[in-house]
């Protein structure tokens, strides 16, 4: 059943989906001040491998130096360029890409290329900004703000349910894509049902009844458990025999804010983050994992990992059609946006939208 019976408001005002001074206001409230997933574990698991990337505004350089992952401000003490530019690389030190610097794992200036020539500069101040950095359900995660809180503490009574399922996984892939779209349009898409018979008419044709919607709505993330996906007696059995964990539901769906939307679906997981860069466009990285737990090893194991390989190439497939099908509407849905003189409205059904709308509004930074 959904948790309410009627209508919500649409809180969030049109020039919300494409306003500078919105879009600046969450960078600095929502994305500078969350956890937020910046690779898969699998991408930095090698010493030396890094990515750049912009959390809320700020370049973040994550690097992994003997097998500890480290964050710092992506900025050089020298001329202020960034030590390296935005995406995956591999570099045996910490340097920066103009002129060679080099920082210790701890942020320190450790070479100087030329040092005569700084004669009467004083290194103490030359140290790197370290930034908070964790690793959790086979991602990195990085807060850009300083603080003491930690990512599980964060992600409040979620953090346990996500122990259950995304422990114990192996990356298969990523889906990359970016949108000429506001952040916030992907992810209403994402929590709700309502445009299925309309989008997804020829993969999904329906939504569920309402008796088959279990809706959660916390302050750190909404869920949807589809019932009509419920597990049998002997599906959960073989749950127990081929993976340490048993699950209710086949189909689960849920927004961890501010960007972070995971399913589960079968022996399928899907952690997806939509990245904000610009007011009106965004990026939109699926990580798609399947558990390595399985019990691969006997006379079973050859054909078993075949099919594994098999469901991950046709669950894959079916993910690409998905968002092709999502993504045909969202730049209709920002073009709206930008002309529209109504309200809007929200209904019951919708309504993982208008509680993830008050969340928005209620941490972005006053205006
Ligand atoms: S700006 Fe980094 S070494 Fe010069
Ligand atoms: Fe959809």
Redesign the pocket.
């Known amino acids: 059943m959904f948790l309410s019976n009627r209508a919500h408001d649409h809180v969030l005002a049109p020039r919300d989906y494409s306003a500078p001074d919105v879009f600046a206001a969450e960078q600095e409230g929502i994305f500078r001040r969350s956890w937020i997933c910046v690779a898969a574990f699998d991408q930095l698991a090698d010493s030396g491998q890094q990515v750049a990337i912009d959390v809320g505004g700020v370049p973040v350089l994550v690097r992994n130096d003997g097998g500890t992952l480290r964050a710092y401000r992506n900025v050089?003490?020298?001329?202020?360029?960034l030590?390296a530019r935005p995406g995956f690389s591999c570099r045996p030190t910490l340097q920066?890409?103009?002129?060679?610097?080099e920082y210790a794992t701890d942020g320190r200036l450790s070479k100087l290329?030329d040092g005569q020539s700084f004669k009467g500069w004083k290194a103490t101040g030359a140290r790197l900004d370290p930034l908070r950095c964790e690793t959790a359900w086979g991602l990195v995660f990085v807060n850009a703000t300083p603080g003491d809180t930690t990512l599980r503490a964060d992600m409040g009574t979620l953090a346990a349910e996500l122990d259950r399922h995304f422990d114990g996984l192996r990356l298969y892939w990523t889906q990359i894509t970016e949108h000429d779209v506001n952040w916030k349009v992907i992810v209403e898409n994402a929590v709700e049902g309502y445009h299925v018979p309309m989008v997804h008419r020829e993969t999904f044709v329906n939504y569920a009844e309402e008796r088959f919607h279990d809706h959660v709505i916390a302050p750190t993330h909404t869920q949807f458990h589809d019932l009509s996906t419920r597990r049998s007696e002997r599906d959960q059995l073989i749950d127990r025999m081929l993976f340490r964990s048993e699950r209710l539901w086949t189909y689960s769906h849920t927004l961890a804010y501010p960007n972070h939307m995971l399913s589960w679906a079968g022996f399928y997981r899907e952690w997806v983050v939509v990245e904000p860069l610009g007011p009106r466009r965004s990026r939109r990285i699926g990580y798609g994992f399947f558990p390595q737990n399985l019990r691969l090893s006997g006379k079973l194991g050859l054909p078993l990992r075949l099919a594994v390989g098999e469901i991950a190439r046709r669950t894959r497939k079916m993910a690409d059609k998905i968002l092709g099908e999502d993504s045909s509407l969202w730049d209709s849905v920002q073009r709206g946006t930008e002309s529209s003189t109504f309200d809007g409205v929200i209904s019951a059904r919708e309504e993982r939208v208008a509680a993830f709308q008050n969340w928005v509004v209620a941490h972005r930074a006053q205006q």
């Open positions: 050089c003490a020298h001329r202020h360029s030590l920066c890409q103009y002129h060679g610097w290329p």
